[in-house]
């Protein structure tokens, strides 16, 4: 009972030779001949058994072949189905058979006769080559730029063609009308391949959607490398006549690299068509809408039922449509929602950005399309940018700042512009949508699209050609893999400047040299940043021109752990890094990771630089002791702290004087014995009781730590606390009366030996505590 399986061509058939003939004419043949078998029933019917199980292996093999066969995307043949189909009916009739007596067995038997021979067990699943695509029933105002699109792609001197313009202006739209009109029949058209490129630009997924289009699919497939995928594309297409359509490009492609031939005279029915936002790859802009067409459109989106509700309506909504200035997203998307809303006060609120009171709250609305796509925007980051750039006044208190902030923040969610997100709801997010029309209103309504330069999370690999660099004020390129940035662009304009998480190695001495009114600057997460030899992985230094930004006040240069000297100020070691940075005179907000505890020690003899750091910091592989104790309250902002690795730390005393202090992680730390020594807290002047923000704690893999604190401490907003691997911490800081405020406070643990170990305050600690506590799965 042998079988082999080939497979032929990337997206062929599957071949299983199988001598399976002989033992279904064996099994076919005892219901054929019926005299023989009658006289030697009972011998028959022990050869009949043997030859079933042989047949039902065999089935099961070519079930399992088959099965292959069809994971790799291919189709079970007919002729598969109905030899299948047989088997089944010859088990049916064998089961008949032993359940019988001779007399019924031989009024039973028939003539059966089953031969099979299969080469093929499956072949490609036939792909749809032209397809439809669905579009929206209500389409205003395209027939003329269809018209000349089509005009354009039936010149025999065009093979390619781009089409471009701003967010939400109908690209998308007019290229599924393209496709479409290519599914007439009268068009000679093989193949239509629509791919959504998108703004991570990845050959190897166009190649993905590129193959699947046409049949190249399976597992072999998949295993091929990128340039030979690129061969078989191109060797299938090159004999046929297609159309590739690409939508959403945000930088150039190299068809070359996907596999697509470059369409030629001699073929005419070969074309790509594009749609991106930058023109210099397309050759078709495509328009916002007359004021005709955008008023026809919007009445189609809100209906004659309600623009007739109510006198006023009608007026009102063709003010709506006019602010939409054409832009056919916004006539979409507002008309849809206006469409159920009957009274004059809830069109009165139909476009929100409109009645947003005063010009502060507008540009803190702008300011957010500044962050990628999709993006969860963190509530106290983002009131930070906006005391950066102005908007937020700070004179009167940094508090006072941050709850004009979200006040702020809370107008913009009740006019539905901006969604909380997060547990705890201290993320917002803005909609694509929203998003796409704040842009458009931060460029003057597309007139000006230099002003503010957004190419946020688009893997863009260098800075993007900018036409006129003064007249930029706001650019973002956060979230991309720029590793080098060169040149001295002229910016006299340009406050904010987001290089966050852009993969950055190297900036040029010179590029910040004329940016005399920045204020904003983040450089954060980019850990290879460095001016010096490429084996150095982390940040050394800043570039020289640092000393040319006399207006920065926020400084952002959080996960660059390895941060020495400020180059161009005064050339110093990290050892005076915290004097270089007071040079900054108008600083007012610094987050940095810190390696050094030598480098706590200098923070806190900077009151200045004390005032400046907030939200955050994060200590790690700290290899110097720390052994201070301050008599003065200095991190007053400080909210989060995350030590990880610290082996030259014994004690975190120094928390004494952060009184906002909500999240502390201490991690991988083996000589820390105490958080708090009570010994330093005594010689200190100040009466302090630690902790009293304090919601989190996590204690993990801490082999020395004996004590927390060594006394029961209020605790009034602590939710949470995790220990894991503290086998000498025997007791927590608690009483009854601890955690009374919050309500909530949650003992979390890995080792049940652990917690069965600890001693508490006493009887009514535990018993008011143990029920609380949780063992947790890290």
Request: some cysteine; charged content about 25%; proline content about 3%.
């Amino acid at each position: 009972h042998d079988g082999w399986l080939t497979e032929h061509g990337t997206g062929g058939c599957v071949s299983i030779q199988i001598s399976c003939d002989q033992v279904l004419n064996h099994v076919g043949s005892c219901f054929c001949g019926k005299g023989n078998y009658i006289q030697n029933l009972g011998k028959n019917l022990v050869a009949l058994e043997e030859s079933m199980e042989d047949l039902m292996a065999m089935r099961e093999d070519l079930l399992q072949k088959v099965q292959i066969a069809e994971d790799g995307g291919l189709l079970r043949l007919h002729q598969i189905k109905v030899w299948l189909t047989r088997v089944v009916t010859i088990e049916n009739q064998f089961k008949d058979l032993k359940n019988v007596g001779s007399v019924e067995l031989q009024r039973r038997l028939k003539i059966s006769n089953v031969e099979v021979f299969f080469e093929v067990v499956a072949q490609p699943i036939k792909p749809v080559l032209v397809e439809e695509r669905p579009i929206q029933p209500t389409i205003v105002g395209h027939e003329a730029m269809l018209k000349k699109a089509w005009r354009y792609l039936m010149d025999d001197e065009v093979r390619i063609m781009g089409l471009y313009g701003m967010g939400g202006v109908g690209k998308t739209t007019l290229l599924t009308q393209i496709n479409n009109r290519f599914c007439d029949s009268n068009y000679e058209v093989d193949i239509i391949i629509w791919v959504v490129v998108s703004s991570d630009l990845q050959i190897c997924k166009i190649q993905e959607e590129v193959g699947d289009k046409i049949g190249f699919k399976g597992v072999e497939w998949n295993r091929k490398r990128q340039n030979q995928k690129a061969v078989d594309i191109l060797n299938f297409l090159k004999r046929k006549r297609f159309v590739l359509l690409l939508d959403d490009i945000w930088r150039k492609v190299e068809l070359f690299e996907i596999g697509i031939p470059n369409p030629t005279r001699e073929n005419k029915k070969q074309s790509s068509i594009y749609h991106s936002v930058y023109r210099r790859m397309c050759e078709m802009e495509v328009q916002c809408l007359t004021t005709n067409d955008a008023w026809d459109l919007f009445q189609k989106k809100v209906g004659q039922t309600t623009l007739a509700s109510h006198p006023d309506i009608l007026k009102i909504a063709i003010k709506v449509a006019e602010k939409c200035c054409g832009l056919p997203l916004a006539l979409n998307v507002i008309g849809e929602t206006m469409a159920c809303k009957r009274t004059t006060q809830e069109w009165n609120h139909a476009y929100s950005y409109d009645n947003l009171h005063g010009e502060q709250v507008k540009s803190c609305f702008l300011y957010c399309s500044l962050l990628p796509e999709d993006c969860q925007i963190y509530k106290e980051g983002l009131i930070e940018y906006w005391i950066g750039e102005g908007f937020i006044d700070e004179k009167e208190g940094r508090e006072r700042a941050l709850n004009q902030g979200y006040e702020i923040i809370g107008t913009l969610v009740r006019a539905c512009l901006l969604l909380e997100e997060g547990s705890n709801k201290s993320f917002v997010k803005m909609h694509d949508v929203i998003r796409e029309m704040t842009l458009w209103i931060t460029s003057d309504l597309g007139k000006n699209k230099e002003i503010c330069i957004v190419q946020a999370g688009i893997s863009l690999c260098e800075v993007p050609k900018v036409k006129e660099w003064r007249t930029v004020e706001r650019m973002s390129l956060m979230n991309n893999e720029i590793e080098d940035i060169s040149g001295s662009p002229d910016c006299p304009e340009l406050r904010t400047l987001f290089f966050q998480k852009s993969g950055l190695s190297n900036i040029s001495s010179d590029f910040f040299r004329f940016m005399p009114r920045l204020v904003v600057l983040d450089l954060s997460r980019n850990p290879r940043l460095c001016n010096l030899p490429e084996q150095i992985s982390e940040l050394e230094r800043l570039p020289i021109g640092l000393y040319e930004l006399t207006t920065i006040i926020r400084l952002n240069l959080e996960w660059m752990r390895r941060l020495e000297s400020i180059s161009g100020i005064s050339n110093l070691s990290n050892i005076n890094l915290m004097k270089e940075l007071e040079l900054l005179e108008h600083l007012e907000v610094l987050t940095v990771d810190i390696r050094s505890s030598l480098v706590v020690e200098q923070l806190i003899n900077s009151p200045r630089l004390m005032r400046c750091i907030q939200m955050e910091i994060e200590i790690d592989w700290t290899t110097s002791s720390w052994n201070r104790s301050s008599t003065t309250p200095c991190f007053s902002n400080l909210g989060k702290v995350i030590m990880k690795y610290c082996d030259g730390l014994k004690d975190l005393t120094w928390l004494l004087f952060a009184p906002n202090l909500t999240y502390l992680v201490v991690d991988n730390s083996e000589q820390v014995e105490d958080i708090i020594t009570e010994e330093k807290f005594l010689s200190s002047s100040i009466i302090i009781i630690p902790f009293m923000k304090l919601e989190y704690l996590h204690l993990s893999h801490l082999p020395k730590l004996m004590s927390i604190y060594r006394r029961p401490l209020p605790f009034p907003c602590l939710r949470e606390i995790q220990v894991n691997n503290c086998p000498k911490l025997r007791k927590i800081p608690l009483d009854s009366n601890s955690g009374v405020a919050s309500k909530e406070l949650v003992i979390k643990f890995v080792e049940k030996e652990w917690m069965e170990r600890i001693e508490w305050e006493d009887e009514a600690t535990k018993q008011h505590f143990l029920p609380m506590s949780q063992e947790a799965n890290w």
